[in-house]
């Protein structure tokens, strides 16, 4: 079976970000509303945490270390 090369982690890892983001978004602005999301940021942070343990081990150990640093880097921002 191929291993994720850091083009492809790079490529997913954003993918996990961008949903994260905009789940956060939604649970915001549904407060904001008066109204609760069936499924919370907090459950999908953790799903997302899931799917990257999995995700690690089939990626390359280069791929790893690419997406721990660019995790790394996106947590500054948030």
Do not use: H
């Amino acid at each position: 079976m191929k291993k994720f090369n850091v083009k492809d982690r790079v490529f997913l890892d954003e993918a996990i970000n961008s949903f994260l983001r905009e789940s956060k978004r939604f649970e915001e602005e549904s407060e904001l509303l008066g109204k609760r999301p069936i499924i919370t940021y907090e459950y999908w942070k953790m799903m997302a945490k899931d799917v990257q343990d999995k995700l690690e081990a089939f990626s390359t150990q280069k791929a790893n270390r690419q997406s721990k640093m660019y995790n790394e880097e996106i947590k500054q921002y948030e």
